[in-house]
């Protein structure tokens, strides 16, 4: 990679400076929350368990896309060897795996908690939705283990032989072939892993979308007999709706930005495409959370609470 001038330098800081706080304030906020939460009633909600473990694998995930790029700014041959650049890779794909899942959780449980089918397993489900979550998010976690697991074992028979695992990575405009292989496992198994649980997310997506129409023509049918009626499980589903699409929007964007720089090695190369996919990757882990947040009356009740106290704190000390 050319050595990057110095205002490129000075935005690039700027900008991961920005995606740190914002990253750092919404995935953060979540987490403690609900731990002091958890800390005064030992209990938390089904949904406050997703969430919160949500925001953690996010919190973790923009760590990692964040030190990647400084390390290497301040490393630049970090990750030369074969061996650190496949360990950086599979912290990646288990994190990745993590957050994945456990969006697909929280689209499921918004499914279950909000849709309305006739259904017996359906019904059975939203029954008992709460004692299943910590299954579910049990079940995500040993998913990202076996597709990680795989990853590291087809790397390393593939790859990896006894005579050339210390090989260092190409350095020059072409990829050695251990470094060609990598890549390809890297985005095999990546998109592989990632097929059941977005289609579980989809699924899930669908349900909801079909059950919110359903309720619109129930609602406008009402409308029309009683003007004053009003349909409350409407709200929800749109709620719901909201937190599922721009999840979906974001992670795709996420997705492609983090496969070009699969797919694409020679982006390392390339100072501003490079730049460019690290600023996407590393904001996608704080936007979904700050629409949680916004969503979520809780989490507003407490963020109006806390700005009205630093409002009142800031009038003292100015006045």
């Excluded at 929800?236 to 797919?263: D, E, P, W």
């Amino acid at each position: 990679m050319k050595k990057p001038l110095v205002p490129t330098v000075i935005f690039y800081l700027i900008i991961s400076a920005i995606e740190i706080s914002v990253g750092v304030v919404a995935n953060g906020y979540i987490v403690a929350l609900n731990y002091i939460d958890w800390a005064k009633s030992r209990t938390l909600t089904s949904y406050d368990k997703i969430i919160t473990s949500l925001a953690f694998s996010r919190f973790c995930l923009q760590f990692l896309v964040t030190l990647d790029y400084f390390l290497f700014k301040i490393y630049p041959n970090l990750f030369s060897r074969f061996q650190t650049y496949q360990l950086y890779l599979v912290i990646w794909m288990f994190i990745n795996q993590v957050n994945l899942c456990f969006a697909s959780c929280l689209s499921v449980f918004h499914c279950v908690k909000i849709a309305i089918f006739n259904q017996s397993l359906f019904s059975w489900l939203k029954l008992n939705i709460s004692k299943l979550v910590p299954l579910l998010l049990l079940g995500s976690v040993l998913y990202s283990l076996v597709t990680t697991v795989n990853f590291i074992l087809f790397s390393y028979s593939y790859c990896v032989s006894s005579h050339n695992s210390t090989d260092r990575l190409s350095t020059n405009g072409t990829m050695s072939d251990n470094e060609m292989k990598l890549m390809k496992f890297t985005f095999l198994i990546h998109s592989v892993g990632s097929i059941f649980p977005l289609i579980v997310f989809i699924a899930s997506s669908v349900l909801l979308i079909i059950s919110l129409w359903r309720h619109i023509r129930k609602m406008n049918l009402n409308s029309d007999l009683n003007p004053n009626f009003r349909n409350p499980g409407t709200d929800a589903h749109v709620h719901a709706l909201k937190s599922v699409v721009s999840f979906f929007i974001i992670y795709n964007i996420y997705y492609v930005a983090s496969t070009l720089l699969i797919r694409n090695p020679s982006y390392y190369k390339d100072e501003w495409k490079y730049m460019v996919c690290i600023f996407v990757a590393a904001a996608y882990p704080s936007l979904h959370s700050i629409i949680l947040i916004l969503g979520n009356p809780k989490l507003k009740r407490a963020t109006a609470k806390i700005l009205h106290s630093a409002n009142s704190c800031f009038r003292e000390v100015t006045s």
